[in-house]
């Protein structure tokens, strides 16, 4: 195929207002994915849309091992999904109150906020 340019499970974006540091969530546009590297605002920083990987969320919130989460952009955190959060993926473990993270699969597919 004369037309492939790459397999999509990393893509270089531009970090967003304020920067990324490594390991954090990064939305642009309908895109989601984890930054590899910390990258100042506006610099080109390669985020990953496809894994699983352990991400922060709400002391109190709980999942369930297969329950929907959502990217909450502005915390910073994964969240159940709800109204303004992006869907992002699922959750691969329970996760219960007092935890700090909650392991996620990603969809890897376009989101918006809800």
Do not use: C
Request: charged share 10%.
């Amino acid at each position: 195929m004369k037309n492939f340019i790459q397999n999509g499970h990393m893509i270089t974006v531009p970090a967003p207002t304020g920067g990324v540091v490594s390991g954090q969530g990064v939305i642009v546009g309908a895109l989601f994915g984890i930054a590899a590297t910390t990258a100042p605002e506006a610099t080109n920083v390669e985020i990953a849309t496809t894994g699983v990987y352990d991400l922060p969320k709400a002391l109190a919130t709980v999942f369930a091992l297969g329950d929907r989460v959502a990217w909450d952009d502005a915390a910073k955190v994964i969240a159940p999904p709800a109204a303004g959060l992006y869907p992002v993926g699922v959750a691969v473990t329970a996760a219960g109150n007092g935890a700090v993270t909650v392991r996620v699969r990603l969809d890897g597919v376009a989101t918006a906020a809800a």
